[in-house]
């Protein structure tokens, strides 16, 4: 965290720091920490020994930039390698060589690694932090029976507790106790050295006649449980002896005999000074460990298998890369906390960064985890916890099975050494007004000594000299949102999972109403090289979506001075340095003939026209050349059993051309056998690149080829896709109007989108109402507003006074008095488009961020009309890839009946009404004439009945 001089505040650090951190961590000290516990090899006869000098390990310079291990489908990593040293006994000669180990995964400019291709990210994991914790508890007969449960880093869950009959007992990996003295004999103390440590004997005599011996099992503690231990006992136990020793076991019964008379405090399991960190570094260190392990077994083998053999081993020859290699590619390809990135915009891969979560190895589960897990504790709080203010975000977190297991860091936290949670405070004392102010990270554990205000207040009221009153509550947590103190805090969790869901467009407006995080959302977003590359226009992501990078680039000219930060090229989803995500369009709140009902909206035909929300997707097919029985396959254009017209995109070598535009079935790649790679059912679009992999290696002369075609689409807004604002304002389009038909202001300018108002009291996310009215004055004045998420700390009605000043000054500026009416301020009347009468009350109008989600009926229509059917059920899985004809003749025949028969009703009920009004009502000469239109009605039908019976049927 950097501070600002001229301000004297701090900004805000970067978002993907914790990453880059703990990486930094892993490979400065981690690799070291592994490479100390590597032992020294030695043969069955002793005569053999093997070692590695950890000091003098190397890691080479990645040979390979990121974007050609995107398309190479390799792993953007870097050799190890580490000196060896083998010693003959016997003779006391050594050989050294440095040996290479395996590759290391790096980690890119963004904090993520490059794995097979796929960007992949690893999730920080909050766990029990090991050590000893002493809790209270009912049994069944009502009497509170104290327990103290040791946690350890690496091994079994011990717990000790006194009973009714004030007997101690033991229970180690949830198995049937045993007596606290069997489990200190059973370490190594005997029955005099166990009572001259304990401070109240009596306590143990009851345990002395079930003494009995019980076999050793090993407990790790790690550093953090040593530390912790030590601080709950008040040991002086050496860091670096991490494993559970008999004085720990005593030291522990001896608090719990304390506790029993109320000596001591009880542990809240669910305080985050309880809790660690496992970031990135952890999990790259347990896994290089476990490489290292996997070595030395293939080590020891390869030693026997070399002297049974009266071969001379090498360090080369006994050392391979397969174990380092396979492991880090296991970890990134199946372990749960090692995700593929969401790259769907540039927040989506910020927010997975700085993920937190309880499931995992070690963890808990969505099926078993409690109400106190996910941060509920009704019995005492009714909320989240108290420690996890200005820590964790207390808005996102996951939604469905996984509520509260799941969440965000804090804006401005860092991870300490020792895995907890730090969050920045400014000290505030009777010294620090001589001095400068300082800010100082303090733990979970720590800040519970001091007294905490609101940072905000301070920051307001600074200058001022009169003492003041300041209400001490949690600093301000990570959001987007502005006026987030008007919403509904679930509607706040929606709106912060679906900002993550849009899809960036081809032309992104950034907000007039922002937080001003926006910045650093687009700062945060872009790769941190300093290498000459180039400028991609069209970039694939994991997911169907595409990066389009605006070319909007600063020209250069001779004797340009650039200052730092300045922006030269603007990303994808980001304008002026700004996080772009939507569109500030304007929107009405009223109902309109039913086509907005619940969630649905109604959408202007401009915004198709004028493409405000068209998006490009990228789609991404692939064949592989294979060896048959005769001879292997072969990719070409000469083709005899295939017509000309279907060939007329591919070059010489049988791969369609750049550029091309291709439809539905049409031939991607040709090969000689009837395997020709051709565009699906639902594809459309033009090829933008081609990727031509040769995989080499094997023994034989055939190495197989892999084609990858990528096709981009452009898809215009339409019905049945989803949009939704920045306040949990979502729904789905239900119907393109006409421009001409469209409502539209007082000045003729027409409406773009209309929402249903009932949506909003319902939904408690009012906040949308004054970014709405504020963004109508901001359009008119070509103003920027940037508001904090809680603005109502400068005064009572804060929110209204703004949005109302600000229209009234933009009906004045621009002489338009529909702008600001006091009679109904916010609100002006409405013209019909169709029949150009107005409404009969004003409506709410203004100018609103609304974005374009990725669930879009594009991929919804062809969901059940390509794939295969189940056998039972004959269901389709993921449809046909017969061009989807088979769901059609499926039900064709029922549908065009019901049709029919729908058709002909309504026509029949349409006649009876006729004939009953001029039975009543006409003269009979005019009943006469509706008999013949009868007759001639039931000849019609008749005669269109059995041709679409035919049609049906042929």
């Not at 809680?790 to 949005?803: G, H, I, P």
């Amino acid at each position: 965290m950097l501070r600002d001089e001229n301000e004297g505040m701090f900004t805000i650090p970067g978002f993907s720091q914790i990453q880059f951190e703990g990486f930094c961590r892993f490979i400065n000290q981690g690799l070291m920490e592994e490479f100390d516990k590597f032992p020294k090899i030695e043969d069955t006869n002793q005569e053999i020994e093997f070692q590695l000098f950890m000091e003098t390990y190397q890691l080479a310079e990645h040979f390979i930039k990121e974007r050609d291990a995107v398309y190479e489908s390799l792993t953007y990593s870097s050799e190890l390698y580490v000196l060896a040293g083998l010693i003959w006994k016997t003779d006391r000669d050594m050989k050294e060589q440095t040996v290479f180990i395996g590759n290391i995964p790096l980690m890119n400019s963004l904090g993520t690694f490059i794995v097979n291709r796929i960007y992949g990210i690893v999730i920080n994991q909050i766990l029990q932090s090991p050590g000893i914790y002493y809790r209270s508890k009912l049994d069944h007969n009502g009497m509170s029976v104290y327990t103290s449960t040791i946690i350890s880093d690496w091994g079994g869950r011990s717990e000790l507790e006194i009973d009714r009959k004030a007997r101690i007992w033991a229970r180690v990996s949830r198995k049937q106790k045993i007596s606290i003295l069997v489990l200190s004999s059973a370490m190594g103390l005997n029955l005099k050295e166990i009572l001259d440590n304990v401070g109240i004997r009596y306590f143990l005599s009851p345990c002395v006649r079930n003494y009995k011996k019980k076999n050793q099992q090993r407990c790790e503690l790690g550093r953090i449980g040593r530390r912790n231990i030590n601080q709950r006992l008040n040991l002086d136990i050496p860091q670096n002896n991490t494993f559970l020793l008999p004085r720990d076991v005593l030291a522990a019964a001896d608090h719990l005999i304390g506790m029993k008379f109320g000596m001591g405090t009880l542990d809240d399991m669910n305080h985050l000074k309880n809790k660690r960190i496992r970031s990135v570094a952890d999990r790259l260190q347990d896994q290089f460990g476990l490489a290292l392990v996997r070595l030395e077994n293939a080590v020891r083998g390869t030693i026997s298998g070399e002297i049974r053999h009266k071969l001379i081993p090498t360090p080369q020859i006994l050392v391979t890369s397969t174990s380092l290699t396979t492991t880090y590619e296991s970890f990134f390809g199946l372990h749960p906390l090692s995700q593929v990135l969401d790259r769907t915009n540039p927040l989506t891969q910020i927010v997975h960064g700085r993920k937190l979560s309880y499931l995992g190895p070690g963890g808990v589960t969505g099926r078993t985890a409690s109400f106190h897990i996910r941060d509920i504790h009704p019995s005492q709080y009714g909320h989240i916890h108290p420690s996890q203010y200005g820590r964790i975000c207390p808005i996102d977190t996951s939604e469905g099975i996984n509520v509260g297991l799941i969440g965000s860091l804090a804006i401005h936290v860092r991870i300490g050494h020792w895995g907890s949670i730090e969050s920045p405070f400014y000290e505030i004392s009777e010294r620090s007004k001589e001095k400068e102010v300082q800010m100082v990270y303090l733990s979970p554990s720590r800040d519970e000594y001091y007294m905490v205000a609101v940072g905000s207040s301070l920051a307001l009221n600074r200058g001022i000299k009169e003492e003041q009153v300041v209400p001490a509550r949690y600093r301000q947590e990570f959001l987007t949102i502005a006026w987030e103190q008007h919403n509904d805090a679930n509607r706040a969790l929606m709106s912060s999972n679906m900002q993550r869901q849009a899809v960036p467009l081809s032309r992104s407006e950034k907000c007039i109403v922002g937080t001003g995080l926006e910045c650093q959302a687009a700062l945060d977003s872009r790769p941190n090289t300093k290498e000459r590359s180039v400028l991609l226009k069209l970039t694939k992501l994991f997911s169907q979506l595409c990066i389009n990078v605006p070319t909007k680039i600063l020209v250069c000219t001779k004797n340009l001075v650039f200052r730092g930060g300045q922006i030269l090229a603007d990303g994808a989803a980001t304008v002026g340095g700004e996080l772009a995500l939507g569109k500030n369009v304007l929107v009405d709140y009223m109902p309109w003939e039913g086509y907005n009902f619940e969630d649905a909206v109604l959408i202007s035909e401009r915004l198709v026209y004028s493409e405000i929300y068209t998006s490009f997707h990228i789609r991404k097919y692939e064949i592989q050349t294979h060896m048959t029985s005769q001879e292997p396959e072969r990719i070409t254009n000469e083709i005899p059993h295939l017509e000309a017209h279907l060939l007329r995109n591919l070059d010489r070598n049988g791969i369609v051309m750049l550029g091309s535009w291709v439809e539905t079935c049409d031939i991607l790649v040709s090969t000689v056998k009837e395997t020709s790679l051709k565009l699906p059912t639902g594809g459309r679009g033009r090829l933008i690149d081609v990727r031509w992999i040769q995989k080499k290696g094997g023994g034989s002369n055939y190495h197989p080829e892999m084609i990858r075609v990528y096709i981009s689409q452009k898809r215009e807004i339409k019905v049945g896709d989803k949009v939704a604002g920045r306040h949990g304002n979502k729904g789905i389009i239900s119907k393109n109007l006409p421009r001409q038909d469209m409502l539209y202001l007082q000045d003729g300018i027409p409406i773009d989108m209309v929402f249903n108002p009932l949506g909003v009291p319902s939904r408690m996310n009012v906040g949308q109402i004054f970014k709405c009215s504020l963004g109508l004055a901001g359009d008119l004045l070509n103003r920027y507003y940037r508001i904090v998420p809680f603005d109502e700390r400068y005064e009572q009605e804060a929110s209204r006074k703004l949005v109302f000043l600000e229209l009234y000054e933009a009906s004045k500026q621009t002489k338009n008095p529909w702008v600001f009416e006091p009679e109904y301020p916010g609100k002006s009347k409405i013209f019909d488009g169709r029949t150009g009468d107005p409404f009969e009350q004003p409506v709410l109008t203004g100018k609103s961020y609304i974005l374009k989600l990725i669930h879009q009926v594009d991929d919804k229509i062809h969901g059940r009309s390509s794939g295969h059917y189940a056998l039972v059920t004959q269901q389709p899985l993921r449809g046909v890839p017969n061009r989807g004809d088979n769901e059609w003749e499926k039900w064709k025949d029922l549908v065009l009946l019901i049709f029919y028969k729908k058709c002909l009703l309504i026509n029949l009920i349409i006649l009876e009404l006729i004939r009953k009004y001029l039975v009543q009502r006409l003269l009979e000469e005019q009943y006469l004439i509706l008999k013949m239109l009868q007759n001639l009605f039931d000849c019609l039908f008749e005669n269109y009945d059995l041709w679409l019976w035919n049609r049906i049927i042929s």
